[in-house]
């Protein structure tokens, strides 16, 4: 019983390590990348994800001068989010590129998925 409890805690270990971040999905009618905690899709024939722009960075701002954290601009970008690749659960989406600065074209959502990390 021992050995089973400590195989299932390894288990879930890996897995919170390896990071889930769909519930920052802010988008439910779109695709989810549970990786970066980003929505996905294709939108008026253009592959497009959530993004970290204006309410995320004023959201964190005020959070920081509630706790009076704020010291420098170093530390509003360091609170984004924890490594700058995930996205806050915030209404702002941005258009991905197809590695060569044009819109990438799609069709429909499952178009998008090869370019979802493009920014």
């Known amino acids: 019983m021992?050995?089973?409890?400590?195989?299932?805690?390894?288990?879930?270990?890996?897995?919170?390590?390896?990071?889930?971040?769909?519930?920052?999905?802010?988008?439910?009618?779109?695709?989810?990348?549970a990786d970066t905690g980003c929505s996905y899709g294709c939108?008026?024939?253009?592959?497009?994800?959530?993004?970290?722009?204006?309410?995320?960075?004023?959201?964190?701002?005020?959070?920081?001068?509630?706790?009076?954290?704020?010291?420098?601009?170093?530390?509003?970008?360091?609170k984004l989010t924890p490594d700058s690749s995930t996205c806050a659960k915030c209404a702002e989406w941005c258009y991905l590129d197809d590695g060569e600065g044009n819109y990438n074209p799609c069709n429909s959502n499952s178009d998008c998925d090869a370019v979802k990390l493009h920014q």
Do not use: P, R
């Open 43 to 78: 939108w008026k024939n253009v592959c497009w994800s959530q993004c970290n722009g204006i309410c995320t960075i004023a959201d964190i701002i005020e959070q920081m001068k509630k706790k009076d954290e704020i010291h420098d601009g170093h530390d509003i970008i360091d």
């Open 2 to 33: 021992k050995l089973a409890i400590g195989v299932c805690f390894v288990i879930l270990a890996a897995a919170y390590a390896e990071g889930d971040w769909s519930e920052n999905c802010y988008f439910g009618s779109s695709l989810c990348n």
